[in-house]
């Protein structure tokens, strides 16, 4: 079956770094997804990756292993606006996107 | 990126009457158009799937005769609740996709639905 893991929630300091993981598994692989959901609002697109390796955008950068299954979003310089859920979503050979469940981040001063 | 506009983004409606929601791609041509319904802590749960022209796709479980989605144009796919009951109660998206392979989802705004 295809499945996404990820964390319920974290908890992390302002001006820190936090490092969320996503593993997946799915028929076929055309890429991850990151995406930033406030609460009440629709999710917003982060990053995509489908190359092995690191994408660094900003503050946040998105790595991913095809061969694990494996990627995470990491956000530096934390501030306290990141206080969002983070939800990773792998697109399978059909390009459906297959979501996680949210990794919801609690961003403390 | 490009915009989805949704709306309403808020509704409340009666037990047992109809709800629609519409979806906008504002500038570019969604060919796929997907709906989410996401309850409170939980992720976004796909619901159809659209193609321009053509009929929903919908996932198990989901209600075709209660949740009918019209995609009659590139641009404007609606969702309309039907009979609608205290459980539909839920966050509404959409996104839309525009060309085929790997293009990002671009979502809308989400529609607060409460079924009083």
């Known amino acids: 079956g295809q499945n996404i893991d990820q964390p319920t929630e974290m908890t992390a300091t302002e001006g820190a770094i936090v490092q969320i993981n996503c593993t997946y598994q799915?028929?076929?692989?055309?890429?991850l997804f990151w995406y930033q959901q406030h609460a009440g609002e629709a999710p917003t697109f982060l990053s995509y990756?489908?190359l092995d390796g690191l994408e660094e955008k900003g503050r946040f950068s998105s790595f991913l292993s095809r061969s694990k299954g494996y990627s995470y979003l990491l956000l530096k310089e934390l501030q306290m606006k990141d206080s969002a859920s983070y939800l990773c979503?792998?697109?399978?050979?059909?390009?459906?996107?297959?979501w996680g469940a949210g990794t919801k981040l609690i961003i403390k001063p | 990126g490009a915009v989805v506009s949704q709306h309403p983004s808020r509704v409340i409606c009666k037990s047992g009457t109809s709800v629609k929601i519409e979806c906008r791609s504002l500038d570019f041509q969604a060919t796929t158009m997907f709906w989410y319904r996401q309850f409170p802590k939980q992720s976004l749960m796909l619901m159809a799937t659209?193609?321009?022209?053509?009929?929903?796709?919908?996932e198990q479980g989901v209600e075709k005769d209660k949740f009918l989605i019209n995609h009659a144009s590139l641009t404007l796919s609606t969702l309309t609740v039907t009979s609608a009951h205290p459980e539909d109660s839920s966050f509404y998206i959409c996104?839309?996709?525009?060309?085929?392979?790997?293009?990002?989802?671009?979502f809308g705004q989400g529609t607060r639905l409460t079924v009083v």
């Open positions: 990756n489908v």
């Open positions: 979503a792998a697109m399978d050979s059909n390009y459906q996107l297959i």
């Open positions: 996104s839309a996709r525009g060309g085929t392979g790997v293009t990002e989802a671009f």
């Open positions: 799915t028929s076929g692989f055309n890429g």
């Open positions: 659209s193609n321009e022209g053509s009929k929903a796709t919908y």
